[in-house]
């Protein structure tokens, strides 16, 4: 149906997935009643009434705002609206950052498998919207969609479609505003060290620097404070054994209480960042830039302290990986399509809050730490695709044999189906370059 089919019966189709997602959407539970956007909306209400933004806690709770002051004066527009106008604005740019994460991951597998494209974001962005973290992003008002379009904005500008505009210099300053608004998309700043993106990664730093500058120059005393005293209280956030922590930390919490919790904890948080690391340079030599940022999104997840649930929106990129190589692989196609929509269902289920964080058996290990034993299995065994950022539009065929010739045999080797670039033979391998760097024009 993705290749074939009239476009009455894919309009049918995606209408039926349509209304049965906006179903589910309705009825299933664990709506969470707007409630980070109330804490946003009434923290900069706060600052604006008494000068101060870090005392403010959300009324019958004890949960205040816990980002960096950058991030509060991004959210400094909401004093212009009321409250459900305030939840509108929240749900639409959360709906225009998940448009254009779809666009950037799931269109250029559809235009190299040369699939309908309306059609295949459509089914896509009716499995997206069903995923626990993207149902809990909206339903609490959250801002990680936002983050994640940040960043993977820099991954479109450093592709090779802007490798030789002026929009190109501007990769970098997506992924220093996140880092500058919540401070764990930091680690895609070394991610873009690792793979030798020295200019993305300066524009990076400086961004990240400047914005937390101007944090300082409009709010000094907030600033002091959050640097000081706010970034360092970990009760603000809650309980680490929380069931909707699914971090590393968080899976030893629930382990029990008589672990040397803070060693295991940096113990395991020191071999992430290795095995990211390591899988990080293969993604960077196959050039698959999408399993890269996909790694460090997952390695973000599992390092920080406190990964809610609705934080592993950053999972998404992998998931689409996963979904390109079960789609690539002639033998055993079947097994890895059923292992993806396993995993699309386990994503969907919400299956973590079945257990108690008191629970000491094995159940809550893998039942209440589901999402992040998932995010820990993704990081060690994603699959790297062999040079899936090659052109999407080559050039004619050349007219010799041997050159795979349908899009399913190019998923499956990690070609185009025609001579990759001039004089480069078809098949001929090619030395493995850093992301962000391209082979110089020919002719």
């Known amino acids: ?30 709506h969470r009643g707007w409630f980070d956007v109330g804490v946003y909306y009434g923290a900069v209400h706060h600052w604006a009434d008494t000068g101060q933004l870090y005392d403010y806690v959300r009324p019958g709770t004890g949960y205040g705002f ?54 295949a974001f459509g089914l896509a962005a009716c499995l997206c919207g069903l995923t626990n973290p993207v ?26 479609r802007f490798a030789s505009t002026h929009w190109r210099r501007l990769a970098g300053v997506g992924t220093g505003l996140a880092a500058a608004i919540k401070l764990t998309p930091a680690l895609f ?14 524009t990076a730093v400086v961004t990240a620097l400047g914005a937390t500058g101007a944090g300082f ?16 209280d970990t009760d603000r956030v809650g309980g680490f054994a929380n069931m909707s922590n699914q971090s590393l930390q968080g899976l030893i919490a629930r382990l029990g209480p008589q672990l040397p919790g803070r060693a295991l904890w940096v113990a395991a948080v020191l071999a992430v960042l290795v095995l990211w690391a390591h899988r990080l340079r293969r993604a960077a030599a196959a050039r698959d830039s999408l399993a890269a940022y996909s790694l460090t999104g997952l390695a973000c997840c599992l390092v920080s302290p406190i990964t809610w649930v609705h934080h592993l929106v950053w999972m998404l ?13 002639p033998r055993h196609r079947r097994g890895w399509l059923a292992l993806c929509w396993l995993l699309q269902l386990v994503v969907s289920s919400g299956m973590v809050w079945l257990w108690r964080p008191d629970g000491r058996d094995l ?3 893998l039942g209440g730490s589901a ?30 044999a041997g050159t795979a010739g349908t899009a399913g045999t190019a998923g499956a080797t990690g070609t185009t189906g025609t001579a990759g670039t001039a004089g480069t033979a078809p098949g001929a391998a090619r030395p493995p370059q850093p992301l962000g760097t391209h082979p110089a024009p020919v002719g």
């Open 1 to 30: 149906m993705l290749t074939r089919g009239s476009t009455t019966a894919r309009i049918a189709v995606l209408a039926a997935c349509v209304l049965a997602t906006a179903l589910v959407l309705a009825v299933i539970p664990g």
């Open 66 to 119: 816990t980002y960096p002051p950058f991030a509060a004066v991004c959210m400094l527009p909401m004093l212009l609206f009321g409250w459900h106008p305030a939840i509108a604005v929240g749900v639409t740019l959360s709906a225009a950052a998940t448009a254009l994460l779809l666009h950037w991951t799931v269109d250029p597998i559809a235009r190299r498998r040369g699939w309908c494209r309306w059609y």
């Open 135 to 160: 149902r809990d992003t909206f339903s609490f008002g959250q801002v990680n969609l936002l983050l994640v379009a940040l960043v993977l904005a820099d991954r479109h500008l450093s592709g090779r």
């Open 189 to 202: 700043i070394v991610h873009l060290l690792l793979t030798r993106q020295w200019r993305a990664a300066a």
């Open 217 to 232: 120059l409009l709010a000094p005393g907030v600033s002091r404070q959050f640097w000081t005293v706010t970034l360092w």
């Open 317 to 329: 990129p992998a998931l689409v990986v996963l979904a390109d190589v079960a789609l690539s692989r």
């Open 363 to 365: 159940g809550t290990l």
């Open 371 to 400: 999402y992040a034993l998932l995010t820990l299995g993704l990081l060690i065994a994603l699959p790297i695709r062999p040079r899936p950022d090659e052109p999407e539009q080559p050039g004619p065929p050349a007219a010799t």
